[in-house]
């Protein structure tokens, strides 16, 4: 059975670092991409940081200069160094897995979330 198993969400002042991983077992196909969106209470899921290819990096607008993602490909992890953490930035995180199947089709994993909570 695939699993995301995520790690390291918590409460942080504004100001403060956390740092979010997630390990991926078991995924089908070949992983194309590994992300972590987030969902704030009354707002849509939205993407936070992406690494493709391992290397190829893409983030939200809100979080550039302060979020860094990485990934090991040999251990299928991916983290998330989160800096100056602000309030806005609370929300349930989530680690998303893309992986490319024998048949050309392309699956979403989900984990299934972290709690950030950052306080003023």
């Known amino acids: 059975q695939v699993q995301l198993v995520e790690s390291g969400g918590g409460l942080v002042q504004a100001g403060g670092s956390l740092r979010l991983s997630c390990a991926a077992t078991r995924i089908i196909g070949i992983i194309n991409e590994m992300a972590w969106y987030r969902q704030a209470p009354g707002k849509q899921r939205e993407l936070v940081a992406a690494i493709t290819g391992g290397t190829s990096t893409n983030y939200a607008d809100s979080v550039k200069g302060r979020f860094a993602i990485s990934r090991d490909g040999a251990k299928n992890t991916v983290s998330l160094q989160m800096n100056s953490l602000k309030p806005e930035d609370t929300a349930v995180y989530y680690c998303?897995?893309?992986?490319?199947?024998?048949?050309?089709?392309?699956?979403?994993?989900w984990g299934q979330g972290t709690q950030v909570s950052v306080s003023a």
């Open positions: 998303t897995v893309k992986a490319r199947r024998s048949d050309a089709t392309v699956y979403t994993y």
